[in-house]
């Protein structure tokens, strides 16, 4: 019997559209600096985007695999953290990786060229 009394469940604070919008914007004035500051120094940019690359490529091979395993032994895919809408089938995991791969071969590419000048002859 004790296991079954019902226990009021807390509830957690909802925030107030004040906060809410306080925070929204805070995120919004950060990312436009962000794209601002490497917009004026390149090097901040290529250095975000070879960052970007590395975790791409690590992500696209790590849910290939996972897809392509899932896919071979007939399995389903078990969406890690409730991902369950954006990865069902292992063959959207193969997409995503594949998709994710192209993107982090490409953003490593286009961060390493024209980086410097060669001086005239």
Do not use: Y
């Amino acid at each position: 019997m004790l296991f079954a009394q019902d226990v009021p469940v807390p509830v957690p604070p909802e925030f107030s559209p004040i906060v809410t919008m306080t925070a929204l914007g805070l995120v919004v004035v950060l990312a436009v600096s962000f794209v601002m500051w490497c917009l004026i120094r390149a090097n901040v940019a290529r250095a975000f985007a070879r960052i970007f690359a590395v975790l791409a490529i690590g992500a696209g091979i790590g849910v290939l695999t996972w897809g392509i395993c899932a896919q071979t032994l007939g399995m389903a895919i078990r969406s890690p953290f409730g991902l369950v809408h954006l990865i069902s089938d292992p063959v959207e995991a193969i997409g995503w990786g594949a998709g994710l791969l192209a993107g982090g071969i490409t953003g490593m590419v286009l961060s390493l060229v024209g980086g410097k000048r060669l001086p005239p002859l």
